[in-house]
């Protein structure tokens, strides 16, 4: 099992540019999760998903849309790049509602110049 | 307001020594309390959780209602307990589901 599985690493953007943060899971967990963490700061929530089909905002939605078209897949989309979204982003994902127990992929570094 | 404080942003200790990340929390009603590792190069994980009352790799975390505070404690630090400490907080607020409210984090170095 890969576990979850974030692409690309790092991405330099351009103000103004969109692009595409990939997560994938492998676990057939129902519940994802896409947070940023800004330096020094804790992880805040953007979106999260419950099943294929659903989603829903976090605490900091602005300027990013998500889709679930499947189980494994939950990407991010950043429409209009700004330097507020230069960020470290992590997706997550979890088995079962109501649990604290979130499996995390390795983080997608985001620098918008 | 739901919030989760971690004082230190940098513990340094030496091997053998015991160890105190503090966390307080401020949340009314009943609680659900976690501690998060990343070790260096290594994804987030979960260390424990206060429901189970468990300890891992020797780490403890008690939860103090009354002090609202969530520390997690080791007596004899080990230099692979070297990590990222983030404590945090399942929150309620809208249809959030599994939402975790995380505490800005504390890095641990343990010297030998």
């Known amino acids: 099992n890969a576990g979850v599985t974030q692409t690309p690493k790092f991405r330099i953007l351009k103000i103004g540019q969109s692009m595409t943060l990939q997560c994938a899971q492998d676990m057939n967990h129902n519940y994802m999760y896409w947070y940023r963490q800004d330096p020094g700061m804790g992880l805040k929530l953007i979106y999260y998903s419950v099943g294929a089909g659903i989603t829903d905002k976090g605490e900091v939605p602005n300027g990013y849309n998500v889709s679930r078209s499947t189980t494994e897949d939950f990407p991010l989309r950043l429409e209009l790049a700004a330097p507020s979204q230069t960020s470290v982003y992590f997706c997550?994902?979890?088995?079962?509602?109501?649990?604290?127990?979130?499996?995390f992929g390795e983080g997608s570094r985001l620098t918008v110049l | 307001a739901q919030r989760v404080t971690q004082p230190e942003k940098l513990l340094s200790v030496f091997k053998g020594a015991p160890v105190e990340l503090k966390c307080n929390y401020s949340y009314s009603g009943s609680p659900e309390l976690f501690w998060y590792v990343q070790y260096s190069r290594q994804r987030l994980q979960l260390l424990l959780r206060h429901i189970s009352r468990e300890s891992i790799k020797g780490f403890t975390a008690d939860l103090n209602k009354g002090e609202t505070s969530f520390h997690l404690k080791k007596p004899f630090a080990q230099e692979e307990d070297s990590a990222m400490y983030y404590c945090?907080?399942?929150?309620?607020?809208?249809?959030?589901?599994?939402?975790?409210?995380f505490g800005k984090g504390t890095k641990l170095s343990v010297k030998p």
């Open positions: 945090a907080l399942r929150g309620r607020y809208g249809g959030s589901q599994g939402n975790l409210i």
């Open positions: 997550a994902s979890s088995p079962r509602l109501n649990t604290g127990e979130l499996f």
